[in-house]
């Protein structure tokens, strides 16, 4: 896809923030979600995913470690509500209060020449965490590198509301959204709750799932999945040549009646297009012309993934 790529700041009023503190806040959050958070490092920042006990995902997580007693999730702040609700009905007697932060939490994406602007180095690798302090403040400002898009680096920008915003120039909310597509990083939103396995959206590939952490709801499927060599399907990135949205099922014009995947992300791109991240059979992908909705519905092409599948652990 050829378009105008992404430069500037936009504020990111579609995420929100979930706040654990306590002594036992990384221990709560490691016995829940598919990430090591009981040794993270205030330096990293992790992909994580909360599962049923079939192991689908319910929501999924930027989280971050500042100190050894809070950690900071952010998800799409549709789902905030309902997750935050699920994750207190399992705290029982442990040491940690979780909140709803995100009136408190300032949260903006950063693209392009915008990370040199604010002094961050566009070669830093998601999974890492940048701090900086507030004047003023015990309080940090976590800079989260994130997936680029097509070769356009990008940073998620957190921090508490009265600190100073990031530096440049206005990027439409728009023209980020297509960005979190185009990265190939799914982010869980209503339509597609309790559809997916994490592979099915590459998060062993991305950095979302950790292996050899102890058990978490779902964690035997989740394995099962990952070392039996049962995965079917994987995560895509397409562009369609007509409005997308996601919950969409993906049909092969081959097979009218049943569909091959799901749309699990879509953003309208700055040429007219649209821009898909698609959950879909592997084998769908030699199964013929590949349609969103229907098997007459938008056209939807298939493009290389941008990052590497992992190929075994």
């Not at 400002?141 to 356009?152: F, K, Q, R, T």
């Not at 007509?242 to 092969?252: D, I, K, R, S």
């Not at 014009?253 to 592997?282: C, F, H, K, N, Y």
Request: net charge negative; charged share 15%; aromatic share 6%.
């Amino acid at each position: 896809m050829t378009s105008a790529l992404p430069n500037g700041v936009t504020a990111l009023s579609h995420l929100g923030v979930i706040r654990a503190e306590g002594a036992d806040a990384a221990s709560f959050l490691h016995g829940q979600l598919t990430q090591d958070f009981a040794l993270l490092q205030p330096g990293e920042a992790r992909l994580a995913a909360l599962c049923t006990a079939k192991g689908r995902m319910i929501a999924s997580f930027i989280g971050v470690r500042p100190h050894p007693e809070l950690v900071l999730l952010v998800c799409s702040r549709d789902i905030l509500a309902a997750t935050l609700k699920r994750l207190s009905m399992y705290v029982l007697r442990a040491k940690v209060k979780l909140s709803d932060a995100t009136e408190s939490t300032a949260l903006f994406g950063l693209a392009g020449t915008a990370l040199a602007a604010n002094g961050i180095d566009a070669a830093s690798p998601p999974g890492t965490r940048i701090a900086r302090p507030v004047a003023g403040s015990e309080d940090e400002i976590s800079i989260v590198p994130l997936y680029p898009a097509d070769g356009v680096p990008r940073a998620l920008w957190l921090a508490p509301v009265a600190a100073p915003r990031p530096v440049g120039d206005e990027l439409d909310a728009t023209l980020w959204q297509w960005s979190e597509v185009r990265s190939g990083v799914a982010t869980l939103t209503t339509p597609v709750l309790d559809a997916f396995v994490p592979q099915m959206l590459n998060y062993e590939s991305i950095g979302g799932v950790n292996f050899k952490k102890g058990c978490y709801p779902g964690q035997e499927i989740v394995a099962r999945s990952q070392f039996r060599g049962t995965l079917k399907r994987r995560a895509y990135v397409a562009t369609a040549d007509a409005p997308v949205e996601a919950g969409q099922e993906v049909f092969a014009a081959s097979d009218a009646e049943q569909p091959v995947g799901t749309v699990v992300q879509a953003a309208p791109a700055p040429d007219g297009r649209w821009a898909a991240l698609v959950s879909m059979q592997i084998a769908a992908l030699d199964a013929g012309p590949l349609h969103a909705g229907s098997a007459t519905g938008p056209a939807l092409a298939v493009e290389p993934l941008p990052y590497p599948l992992l190929a075994d652990i």
